[in-house]
């Protein structure tokens, strides 16, 4: 017995003159950067919102993360195009990326083949690449508040589209042929100065569309 006091009283002495390291990991943000660090995303399950965070660039170091089907950078200050490493996200479904200030959209979202809403709502955007036509899952698009003058021609190649939202733009003439858009139900032209004579014929080549002009 008085061994053992004495062997736990050398152990006491011999703690007294460590410092004790709290090994304990810091906490991430949710995709394996420590909290603090730039572009902390909010996750939940296959979400990843970026919303509101003042940011004007992205870490593409995001798109590592894997399983995500939504993604909101929405309220921003995004310029140019989102990094072309979106790609990586195949199984993305939603993509907000409103009131913004990019001027683009990224070839690689052609590669994202089950996205069914897409949100490019109030930026600065006056082209779209060619490859969102391999989109043939989207059912929903809002270009709302951007800087197209005319409407591409490729969203006259998406199957199952059935809103699409292009108010607020510069458009002045409609595509010749609007037969591809004949699953559309809703078409919101509101706020683009359009001639009656275009407002009449797509109304004419679109009888089931809700048109708004």
């Known amino acids: 017995m008085k061994k053992n006091l004495l062997l736990f009283a050398a152990f006491g002495i011999l703690l ?18 420590p909290a603090g660090d730039n572009n902390p995303a909010v996750t939940s399950g296959s979400t990843v919102d970026l ?16 399983g995500v089907t939504s993604f909101n950078v929405s309220g921003n200050r995004l310029t140019g195009a989102l990094p072309s490493e979106m790609g990586k996200w195949k199984g993305l479904e939603s993509l907000d990326a409103s009131n913004n200030q990019m001027t683009g959209i990224p070839a690689e979202i052609g590669q994202l083949r089950n996205l069914k809403v897409i949100d490019y709502g109030k930026n600065q955007i006056d082209t779209m690449p060619n490859e969102i036509a391999e989109l043939a899952n989207l059912e929903r698009l809002s270009l709302a508040g951007n800087l197209y ?3 591409p021609q490729t969203l006259l190649q998406l199957p199952k589209l059935g809103t699409l939202d292009l108010s607020g733009n510069r458009i002045a003439k409609l595509p010749e042929n609007l037969l591809g858009w004949k699953n559309l139900r809703v078409l919101n032209l509101t706020g683009n100065p359009l001639a009656s004579s275009e407002i009449e014929r797509a109304r004419g080549a679109l009888p089931n569309t809700e048109i708004n002009f």
């Not at 007294?16 to 394996?32: A, H």
């Not at 965070?53 to 590592?64: G, H, P």
């Open 149 to 151: 003058r005319e409407v």
């Open 51 to 66: 919303s509101g965070k003042n940011m004007s660039s992205l870490s593409t170091a995001i798109f590592n993360q894997s």
């Open 16 to 33: 007294s003159g460590c410092n004790i390291v709290n090994t304990q990991p810091r906490s991430t943000d949710g995709i394996g950067k």
